[in-house]
């Protein structure tokens, strides 16, 4: 009897450290029914095999260093996919209404920073209503109107500032006024604001902190319009554009990490914060795995990554950047304060009209 | 002749009476049934693009307040000037071009006249797309790889080439567009009866009068549907201009077609847009038939003849020989040389530098950007089922026509021809608000269908003048013989129209392996092309987008290796 209660020990204990083992790191210092939770996610999305994300900031590259973190995380199969796309934000909202119109989901989850337009969604209900456990992390942001608990987040969020090459330009000074002072005719561009609203935010915030006055004269510089951040960086790292008008930190950061030397400013006046809204789709085909990634882009885990790869901006409460030269903390940043939740999409129109008018775009 | 004995042999092979029956249905119905497919295919997503021209978001009244927006706004009225001023200055500079390449390889003793004749087609073969990117590499102001090698080497000042103007997008355009006017003439060129020519000098004109007065009219159908076909394509492109001209303020109609399917999106707006340019396409279509309706162009008679080969003097040669190195030099070598600069280096400063040249771009596009991957699949399986596919109902169609020339025939010709002449972007508009409501949308199925409604009229033109080569003589005998309507064709008719088939097929192969006008519309997660790959990584890095190029470029030599093994029946 004694052998047999000894052998059922060894046994038992063997099978506990087995469980240990297998136990992903998700499932660690949770209480029980957060465990049951997960756990229930965890086998419905290692069912599902994969699932669909679209960003208009993370690149392939930062999707690649997510995606073995998140299978360890959460203990999938090594087989899990993620179909990733990163796509300009009028093409992505263009083929999310599409797919609405149609009646498809082939995304999941997707990121793009238009509060107005995600906001407007979730009142139409194309977005999943998932109370992740993540949301208690982003209280101060909520607060501050930037994330609706329930519906959307943000993975990160970014600013557009003036970017430019020391070696072809100098700017002395920290205020938009200093930076206008050596644009050169032809030779600056800004976003696409016929097709972008982080260009209209920006412009929004621009006109508030600097009056409309100011916008015009960066208009009669006859700024060039370009839609994506990277083409930006790019055309002032060859030479063909002196200054950056809109640029990106994120882009600074990666091409100086090849061998740029490019600067930006966060001038005195404040900056227009873009948060990137994050969120599920109502109908995504992959739900399980969808909650799952949604948790986990706003982990600890998941930020560091994200601000790492792409030097985004976390939301996260009490988030330490590992990049606080290219990603400071929200905290640090002089921000214009817009509520956009305030704002519908007939005024995001209306200054996308004003803005089209100033530039003849 | 092969197909000639198999028919002669089909006396061995009496079908039964039911599987005659079966036949005589088939020869009925299946070549009637791929015209009025045809029929469909260009009619219907018209018909929807004008029907929601007529309609606002959020109402199904019918309603022109679409088109008076239209009239209202300057920025629409600018856009119609550039597209007019692209379409007409591309199809003067493409048709002279074109013309004169054809001429000198067709008509000239220029030495290496083989080696052009295939390399005129080269510009052919790479996406538009990719050549604007690479001459804004080559001649952007302040960061072009000439404009810095003038301006280090030779201290010459080029940044009045403006590549990001009008200018710069007819340029880039003529480049891509001459090989189409090259194609539509090289034949008739070959065809031409020498001794017409000859009358003319003999009565005294001189070279350009002959041209003048006799070569070129004869060539005026050829060349007038050159001619349209590069009218409507290269005013309707998007691509050029959406890289050289739409970050500059210079609007065109595609682009903003492109923009008002775009966010935020005014579907409304955007089929006015493609409606009014499909009026204009219309319009020229009907003024160009009847043009050529009024006179006759026979030359081909019973009598033999051959083309003259002008014996050229020895500076009209070098001239010759100098335009053929320019076009070539210009079309082909430099933007492909400035394509794979790019795409080796790591970051483009204006100038590459050897000593950082690296192949990450291309471990990035091949290894780690999943995408490609499956757009190099997509754009196979979709360009290969489209081309067949095409050919297919091409082929039946032009045999219904060829073989039964009533008024039906004369109604439904211009009809079938149609969507040949519409813009992919428009034609991609007319699919999508026909079929995004359907489980098409998002689907391999959507595409192909845009494809074959688009391309069927290619397909169809080259090969009724394949079947109008073969003498209705030799099917008459198979079926004299006994064969049926299906032997006659699968046994005569076809092999002998097989280098025409290949040729076709290919020809197709290629506009589909690099379309993207309305394949942007179109796809969905998971059935991106190569050209939607392309856009989908100039967001992220053009070098990317030069490695992905690079790849493409390889993918369409091996068609272009296999075309070149039938270039004559291409030429021809």
């Given at each position: 009897?004694k052998?047999?209660?000894?052998a059922?020990?060894?046994?038992?204990?063997?099978?506990?450290?087995?469980t240990a083992?297998?136990q992903?790191?998700?499932?660690?210092?949770?209480n029980?029914?957060?465990?049951?939770?997960?756990?229930?996610?965890v086998?419905?999305?290692?069912?599902?095999g994969?699932?669909?994300y679209?960003?208009?900031?993370?690149q392939?590259?930062?999707?690649?260093?997510?995606l073995p973190a998140?299978?360890?995380?959460?203990?999938?199969?090594k087989?899990?996919?993620?179909?990733?796309?990163?796509?300009?934000p009028?093409?992505?909202?263009?083929?999310l209404?599409?797919?609405?119109?149609a009646?498809?989901a082939t995304?999941?989850?997707?990121?793009v920073a238009s509060?107005?337009?995600?906001?407007?969604?979730?009142r139409?209900?194309?977005?999943?209503?998932?109370?992740?456990?993540?949301?208690k992390?982003y209280?101060v942001?909520?607060?501050?109107?930037?994330v609706?608990?329930?519906?959307?987040?943000?993975?990160?969020?970014y600013?557009?500032?003036?970017l430019?090459?020391?070696d072809?330009?100098?700017?002395?000074?920290?205020?938009?006024?200093d930076?206008?002072?050596v644009?050169?005719?032809g030779?600056v561009s800004?976003?696409?604001?016929?097709?972008s609203?982080?260009?209209?935010?920006t412009?929004i915030?621009?006109?508030?902190?600097?009056?409309?006055?100011?916008?015009?004269?960066l208009?009669?510089?006859?700024?060039v319009?370009?839609?994506?951040?990277?083409t930006i960086?790019?055309r002032?790292?060859?030479?063909?554009?002196t200054?950056?008008?809109m640029?990106?930190?994120?882009r600074a950061?990666?091409?100086?990490?090849?061998?740029a030397?490019?600067?930006?400013?966060?001038?005195?006046?404040?900056?227009?914060?873009?948060p990137?809204?994050f969120?599920?789709?109502?109908?995504?085909?992959?739900?399980?795995?969808?909650?799952?990634w949604?948790?986990?882009i706003?982990?600890e885990?998941?930020?560091?990554i994200i601000?790492?790869?792409?030097a985004?901006?976390?939301?996260?409460?009490?988030?330490?950047?590992?990049l606080?030269?290219?990603?400071?903390?929200i905290?640090?940043?002089?921000l214009v304060?817009?509520?956009?939740?305030?704002?519908t999409?007939?005024?995001l129109?209306?200054?996308r009209?004003?803005?089209?008018a100033?530039?003849k775009? | 002749m092969?197909?000639d004995?198999?028919?002669?042999?089909?006396?061995?092979?009496?079908?039964?009476?039911q599987?005659?029956?079966?036949?005589?249905?088939?020869e009925?119905?299946?070549?009637?049934?791929?015209?009025?497919l045809g029929?469909?295919?260009?009619?219907?997503?018209?018909?929807?693009?004008v029907?929601?021209?007529?309609?606002?978001?959020?109402s199904?009244?019918?309603?022109?307040?679409?088109?008076?927006?239209?009239f209202?706004?300057p920025?629409?009225?600018?856009?119609a000037?550039?597209t007019?001023?692209?379409g007409?200055f591309?199809?003067l500079?493409?048709?002279?071009?074109?013309v004169?390449?054809?001429?000198i390889v067709?008509?000239?003793?220029?030495?290496?006249?083989k080696?052009?004749?295939l390399l005129?087609?080269v510009?052919?073969?790479t996406?538009?797309?990719?050549?604007?990117?690479?001459?804004q590499?080559l001649?952007?102001?302040?960061?072009?790889l000439?404009?810095?090698?003038a301006?280090n080497?030779f201290?010459?000042?080029?940044?009045?080439?403006?590549i990001?103007?009008i200018?710069?997008?007819?340029?880039?355009?003529?480049?891509?567009?001459?090989?189409?006017?090259?194609?539509?003439?090289i034949?008739?060129l070959?065809?031409?009866?020498?001794?017409?020519?000859?009358?003319?000098?003999?009565?005294?004109?001189?070279?350009?009068?002959t041209?003048?007065?006799?070569t070129l009219?004869l060539?005026?159908?050829?060349?007038?549907?050159?001619a349209?076909?590069?009218f409507?394509?290269?005013a309707g492109?998007?691509?050029?201009?959406?890289i050289l001209?739409?970050?500059?303020?210079i609007?065109?109609?595609?682009?903003?077609?492109f923009?008002?399917i775009?966010?935020?999106?005014?579907?409304?707006r955007?089929?006015?847009?493609g409606?009014?340019?499909?009026?204009?396409?219309?319009?020229?279509?009907?003024?160009?038939r009847?043009?050529?309706?009024?006179k006759?162009?026979e030359t081909?008679?019973?009598?033999?003849?051959s083309?003259?080969?002008?014996?050229?003097?020895?500076?009209?040669r070098a001239?010759?020989?100098?335009?053929e190195i320019?076009?070539?030099g210009?079309g082909?070598?430099?933007?492909?040389?400035?394509?794979?600069l790019v795409?080796?280096?790591p970051?483009?400063?204006?100038?590459?530098?050897p000593?950082?040249a690296?192949?990450?771009n291309?471990?990035y596009?091949?290894?780690?950007?999943?995408?490609?991957?499956?757009?190099?699949?997509n754009?196979?399986?979709?360009?290969v089922?489209?081309?067949t596919?095409?050919?297919?109902?091409?082929?039946l169609q032009a045999?219904?026509?060829q073989?039964?020339?009533?008024?039906?025939a004369k109604?439904?010709?211009?009809v079938?021809s149609?969507?040949n002449?519409i813009?992919?972007?428009?034609?991609?508009?007319g699919?999508?608000?026909?079929?995004?409501?359907?489980?098409?949308?998002?689907?391999?199925?959507?595409i192909?269908i845009?494809?074959?409604?688009?391309?069927?009229?290619?397909?169809?033109?080259?090969?009724?003048?394949v079947?109008?080569?073969?003498?209705p003589?030799?099917?008459?005998?198979?079926?004299?013989?006994?064969?049926?309507?299906?032997?006659?064709?699968?046994?005569?008719v076809?092999p002998l129209?097989?280098?025409?088939?290949?040729?076709t097929?290919l020809?197709v192969f290629?506009?589909?392996?690099?379309?993207?006008?309305?394949t942007?519309?179109?796809?969905?997660?998971?059935t991106?092309t190569?050209?939607?790959?392309?856009?989908?990584?100039?967001?992220?890095?053009f070098?990317?987008?030069?490695?992905?190029?690079?790849?493409?470029?390889?993918?369409?030599?091996?068609?272009?290796?296999l075309?070149?093994?039938?270039s004559k029946?291409?030429?021809?």
């Amino acid at each position: 009897m004694k052998r047999m209660t000894m052998a059922s020990l060894v046994i038992a204990s063997i099978i506990s450290a087995g469980t240990a083992r297998a136990q992903a790191p998700a499932l660690n210092g949770v209480n029980d029914a957060e465990k049951a939770r997960v756990s229930a996610l965890v086998t419905e999305a290692a069912k599902e095999g994969a699932l669909t994300y679209w960003d208009t900031v993370l690149q392939p590259a930062t999707k690649n260093a997510l995606l073995p973190a998140f299978i360890e995380h959460y203990g999938l199969p090594k087989s899990f996919r993620i179909e990733f796309s990163e796509i300009a934000p009028s093409n992505m909202i263009t083929r999310l209404e599409q797919e609405a119109k149609a009646g498809r989901a082939t995304v999941d989850v997707a990121a793009v920073a238009s509060p107005i337009w995600v906001a407007a969604q979730a009142r139409a209900g194309a977005l999943m209503k998932y109370d992740s456990p993540e949301y208690k992390n982003y209280s101060v942001v909520a607060e501050a109107g930037l994330v609706e608990v329930g519906s959307y987040a943000f993975n990160g969020a970014y600013v557009f500032v003036p970017l430019w090459d020391p070696d072809k330009v100098k700017v002395a000074g920290d205020s938009w006024k200093d930076v206008l002072g050596v644009l050169q005719e032809g030779r600056v561009s800004v976003g696409n604001g016929a097709a972008s609203d982080a260009t209209i935010m920006t412009y929004i915030g621009l006109k508030t902190a600097m009056g409309k006055d100011y916008v015009e004269a960066l208009a009669a510089k006859k700024p060039v319009f370009i839609p994506k951040s990277e083409t930006i960086a790019s055309r002032v790292v060859a030479g063909e554009d002196t200054m950056a008008f809109m640029g990106m930190p994120t882009r600074a950061y990666q091409m100086n990490q090849k061998g740029a030397n490019l600067k930006y400013l966060l001038p005195k006046e404040g900056v227009t914060l873009l948060p990137q809204n994050f969120f599920i789709m109502a109908n995504a085909s992959h739900p399980a795995a969808s909650k799952l990634w949604f948790d986990f882009i706003l982990s600890e885990k998941g930020q560091k990554i994200i601000v790492e790869k792409e030097a985004m901006i976390s939301g996260r409460n009490g988030f330490v950047s590992p990049l606080p030269d290219y990603a400071p903390p929200i905290s640090q940043l002089h921000l214009v304060h817009i509520d956009w939740n305030k704002m519908t999409p007939e005024d995001l129109q209306a200054a996308r009209r004003e803005w089209m008018a100033i530039f003849k775009q | 002749m092969d197909g000639d004995l198999q028919a002669v042999t089909l006396l061995a092979q009496q079908p039964t009476r039911q599987h005659d029956t079966q036949h005589r249905r088939l020869e009925r119905w299946a070549p009637g049934l791929a015209v009025l497919l045809g029929v469909a295919l260009a009619l219907i997503p018209v018909a929807a693009t004008v029907l929601r021209s007529l309609m606002v978001d959020g109402s199904d009244a019918l309603t022109i307040v679409n088109y008076q927006r239209l009239f209202a706004d300057p920025r629409v009225h600018l856009a119609a000037r550039n597209t007019l001023v692209i379409g007409v200055f591309v199809t003067l500079g493409s048709g002279l071009l074109g013309v004169l390449l054809a001429w000198i390889v067709s008509r000239t003793d220029i030495p290496g006249r083989k080696t052009f004749e295939l390399l005129n087609l080269v510009p052919f073969f790479t996406s538009p797309y990719v050549g604007a990117m690479a001459w804004q590499y080559l001649t952007a102001p302040n960061s072009g790889l000439l404009v810095n090698l003038a301006r280090n080497w030779f201290g010459l000042d080029l940044s009045y080439l403006r590549i990001n103007s009008i200018g710069g997008v007819i340029w880039v355009l003529v480049l891509f567009y001459t090989p189409f006017i090259y194609l539509f003439v090289i034949g008739p060129l070959r065809n031409l009866n020498g001794a017409l020519e000859d009358a003319a000098r003999v009565h005294g004109l001189g070279f350009i009068d002959t041209m003048r007065r006799i070569t070129l009219p004869l060539l005026a159908p050829a060349l007038l549907s050159g001619a349209i076909v590069v009218f409507v394509t290269s005013a309707g492109l998007f691509d050029v201009p959406v890289i050289l001209a739409t970050p500059y303020s210079i609007p065109t109609v595609p682009a903003l077609i492109f923009e008002s399917i775009g966010y935020p999106s005014d579907f409304g707006r955007a089929a006015a847009l493609g409606s009014m340019m499909m009026a204009v396409i219309v319009l020229l279509i009907v003024l160009q038939r009847m043009y050529i309706g009024q006179k006759r162009y026979e030359t081909v008679s019973g009598k033999g003849y051959s083309p003259r080969t002008a014996k050229l003097s020895r500076i009209t040669r070098a001239a010759c020989f100098a335009v053929e190195i320019f076009y070539v030099g210009f079309g082909a070598v430099l933007p492909l040389i400035a394509v794979l600069l790019v795409a080796l280096s790591p970051l483009w400063r204006g100038w590459f530098d050897p000593a950082r040249a690296t192949l990450e771009n291309f471990r990035y596009v091949l290894e780690e950007f999943d995408l490609t991957r499956h757009a190099i699949f997509n754009s196979t399986f979709l360009s290969v089922l489209g081309a067949t596919l095409v050919v297919a109902l091409g082929f039946l169609q032009a045999y219904r026509l060829q073989s039964r020339q009533g008024w039906i025939a004369k109604i439904l010709q211009p009809v079938l021809s149609m969507p040949n002449g519409i813009p992919g972007i428009i034609f991609g508009l007319g699919i999508l608000i026909l079929l995004i409501r359907t489980p098409l949308y998002g689907t391999y199925w959507i595409i192909l269908i845009a494809y074959v409604a688009h391309y069927f009229p290619f397909a169809m033109r080259s090969l009724g003048a394949v079947l109008l080569s073969l003498s209705p003589e030799l099917e008459q005998s198979a079926r004299s013989c006994g064969a049926t309507w299906w032997q006659t064709l699968r046994m005569v008719v076809i092999p002998l129209a097989r280098p025409g088939l290949i040729a076709t097929w290919l020809m197709v192969f290629i506009i589909l392996l690099r379309e993207l006008g309305s394949t942007i519309l179109l796809y969905g997660q998971g059935t991106e092309t190569i050209g939607v790959a392309m856009l989908l990584l100039s967001e992220q890095n053009f070098h990317y987008v030069a490695a992905l190029a690079i790849v493409q470029v390889a993918l369409l030599s091996l068609a272009f290796a296999l075309l070149s093994r039938n270039s004559k029946s291409l030429f021809q």
